[in-house]
């Protein structure tokens, strides 16, 4: 059974950093494509990042590009995700996504982790 | 980047119901689309990926369909586990995008 566990969330103030962490079992880590999409408490799914089998390829969505990073450890089959300069519209569960063999299109989701950015 | 607009954003159906959903794209995305359930207060489940594809272990009452800009999720019998937010999504070019989300609720 495919499964993912974040954890790593919490309230930060603005500018304030977290990193994200994403536990996986079940499954081939090293063979998928991973990556984190995001919603806003009320609002609709985002899509955040994404990151190839070896690493060697990411992807972000604008509105984190440049203070936000993805990454990946193979050896421990976990998935993370640094957040830096956080914003206030950066308060949202965060899922951990796991895409799928032939598309990179989630196949399975973890159950989230929330991430408040407030004073 | 690409915009998906999902129709209608709320629909009420009944058990028993056809229902279809709707996903046009901003620009032309072959059959670059996935189709996402959201229930409340739970993780999004994927359904569809390659417009009309089935994830392993979706039921086949979800079909999907379309290329190019439109794009339709279907529901061939409404049953109460099916009532949720509905969620299109484009895999064609980055940045992915998904749609507004579609609620279907009990009439």
């Known amino acids: 059974e495919v499964k993912l566990v974040e954890s790593g969330g919490g309230l930060v103030q603005p500018g304030g950093s977290l990193r994200l962490s994403c536990a996986a079992s079940?499954?081939?880590?090293?063979?998928?494509?991973l990556s984190w999409v995001r919603q806003a408490p009320g609002k609709g799914l985002e899509w955040v990042a994404n990151i190839k089998q070896d690493g060697s390829e990411k992807n972000y969505a604008d509105s984190v590009k440049g203070r936000f990073t993805i990454s990946r450890d193979n050896a421990k089959s976990a998935l993370f995700l640094q957040m830096n300069s956080l914003r206030a519209d950066d308060t949202a569960v965060y899922y951990c996504t796991r895409e799928g063999r032939v598309v990179v299109v989630p196949a399975d989701w973890g159950q989230g982790t929330l991430v408040t950015v407030s004073t | 980047d690409i915009q998906m607009t999902q129709s209608p954003s709320s629909l009420s159906a009944s058990i028993g119901d056809r229902v279809t959903i709707s996903c046009r794209a901003s620009q032309g995305i072959r059959n670059s689309v996935a189709w996402f359930q959201q229930k409340p207060g739970k993780a999004p489940k994927s359904l569809i990926y390659a417009a009309s594809t089935l994830q392993s272990g979706v039921p086949s009452k979800f079909s999907g369909s379309g290329s190019g800009t439109d794009f339709t999720l279907t529901i061939s019998s409404l049953e109460p586990e099916d009532f949720a937010t509905y969620y299109c999504?484009?895999?064609?070019?980055?940045?992915?995008?998904f749609g507004q989300g579609t609620r279907l609720e009990i009439k």
């Open positions: 999504q484009q895999y064609n070019i980055y940045p992915i995008t």
């Open positions: 079940g499954f081939s880590f090293s063979s998928y494509w």
